[in-house]
């Protein structure tokens, strides 16, 4: 049974520039998460989706954008790098969009110089 | 501000050693709590979980967890750590429907334990 898969697992960046992170969820679960971890502190939300349509995001800023398309799968979108942005990005996966039991890939460490 | 607080940063242990964690949470209303462990090099996973019923919840590895809602509190505990144990533990609040919490964890800072030989 396949588990949330993430790509890349590292990448390196410098400031200003672009990035796309993916995730795919568990097989039947049609929401995803994404999270920011930066280290020594919890993860930090920033969206989520449900059947491709936006259902909550976090108190992240603009150039943070996300998509999920039919299959579910999800990609999140950073625009104009800082190096505040440099954390461990983690996607999480659940059935449903409300009061669920969300698994978590391995994550993306997105490190920018 | 509403939170997740874990007290706890780094704990050291000794195998065999008895083990609690404390989480205390500052919403009103109904809650979802969890339990998530990070061991090294390894992701996130579900430790044990509160949605409702008997607030004395067991999890995977022997660990269990008791919510008391009057504290605001779901402390995890383990009688008898091993060395396996050592990980990151990370407790988390699910905040209820009416309450707007849709599916949207909320994180401690997490509780990094080291359990010696």
């Known amino acids: 049974d396949t588990g949330v898969t993430q790509s890349p697992t590292h990448l390196i960046k410098t400031r200003g520039q672009q990035v796309t992170l993916r995730c795919s969820p568990i097989?039947?679960?049609?929401?995803v998460s994404w999270y920011q971890q930066v280290l020594g502190q919890g993860p930090q939300f920033i969206f989520q989706?449900?059947?491709?349509?936006?259902?909550g995001r976090g108190n992240f800023p603009d150039r943070f954008s996300a998509r999920q398309f039919p299959n579910y799968s999800s990609e999140l979108n950073v625009n104009a790098l800082l190096l505040g942005d440099s954390a461990l990005y983690l996607c999480a996966s659940s059935f449903s969009r409300i009061q669920e039991t969300q698994y978590f890939g391995p994550g993306t460490r997105l490190l920018v110089l | 501000a509403q939170s997740v607080s874990q007290h706890n940063h780094h704990v050291i242990l000794s195998e065999a050693a008895s083990l609690e964690l404390g989480c205390n949470y500052s919403?009103?209303?109904?809650?979802?709590l969890f339990w998530y462990v990070q061991y090294p090099g390894q992701h996130l996973q579900l430790l044990l979980k509160?949605?409702?019923?008997?607030?004395l919840v067991k999890g995977i590895k022997g660990f269990e967890a008791e919510f008391i809602k009057s504290k605001f509190s779901f402390n995890l505990r383990k009688p008898s750590v091993q060395w396996s144990d050592t990980a990151e533990y990370f407790c988390?609040?699910?905040?209820?429907?009416?309450?707007?919490?849709?599916?949207?964890?909320?994180f401690g800072t997490g509780t990094q334990l080291k359990v010696e030989l």
């Open positions: 097989s039947g679960h049609k929401s």
């Open positions: 989706y449900y059947e491709k349509e936006e259902r």
């Open positions: 509160y949605f409702s019923g008997d607030p």
């Open positions: 919403y009103g209303g109904t809650v979802n």
């Open positions: 988390a609040v699910i905040r209820g429907i009416l309450t707007g919490g849709g599916n949207k964890l909320t």
